[in-house]
T-cell receptor, first 110, second 115 residues
């Protein structure tokens, strides 16, 4: 059974204090690992897709990396507007359903 | 391009009543998914449509849940009769058959409270 575990559950950072969120996964055959951002009362907002180990993608202050067992979401010099819950999900084939982790709740304090 | 929309945004019903949730996917997206997040748990898959056909309904909790997708456009999810454990946030997502694989775009969700 595909499984995703995210850590930490919650993270509190000072503005400008860089850190990383972890997503560990077990999947029968990884076809894609996805990062989403979710703000309170809203649906998940797509950030990145990573397809193979060694792949990296960047968007503004966020950088996602992928190994065969885990993915990291690096946040460089975060700002208060980066506060949100970050969700990791895996897809095992085609357009099959995603399996989500519980998310990491990030708070960035000015 | 309009995103995925869901209606209503909130619904409060009593145990035993019926509720119907609606999802309008991104125009042209053949794949439509329903997910649910129960408090304290992760988002979990309910079912998957390709056009008007149910591709996978392995996540549907029981036969009190009925999903339809009329003409391959919008979808409805009916819960009848509702139970307390059905409370949660119901998300709809859609993806393109021909675009980048697996990029699912989510709606804002419907928060269902069963009292």
């Amino acid at each position: 059974e595909d499984q995703v575990t995210q850590s930490p559950e919650a993270l509190r950072l000072q503005e400008g204090e860089s850190s990383s969120l972890n997503c560990s996964y077990t999947v029968s055959g990884l076809r894609g690992l996805f990062w989403y951002r979710q703000d309170p009362g809203k649906g998940p907002e797509f950030l990145f897709t990573l397809y193979s180990a060694g792949e990296e993608k960047e968007k503004e202050r966020l950088k996602a990396t992928l190994t065969k067992k885990e993915s990291f979401l690096h946040i460089t010099a975060p700002k208060p507007e980066d506060s949100a819950t970050y969700l990791c999900a895996v897809g095992s084939s085609g357009n099959t359903p995603l399996v989500f982790g519980k998310g990491t709740r990030l708070s960035v304090i000015a | 391009e309009a995103g995925v929309t869901q209606f209503p945004s909130h619904s409060v019903i009593e145990k035993g009543q019926t509720v119907t949730l609606r999802c309008d996917p991104i125009s042209g997206h053949d794949n439509l998914y329903w997910y649910r997040r129960v408090m304290g748990k992760e988002i979990k898959f309910l079912l998957h449509f390709v056009k008007e056909s149910k591709q996978d309904e392995s996540g549907m909790p029981n036969n009190r849940f009925l999903a339809e997708r009329t003409g391959g456009t919008y979808s409805t999810l009916k819960v009848q009769p509702a139970e307390l454990e059905d409370s949660g946030v119901y998300f709809c997502a859609s993806s393109s058959e021909t675009g980048p694989p697996y990029e699912q775009y989510f709606g804002p969700g419907t928060r269902l409270t069963v009292t």
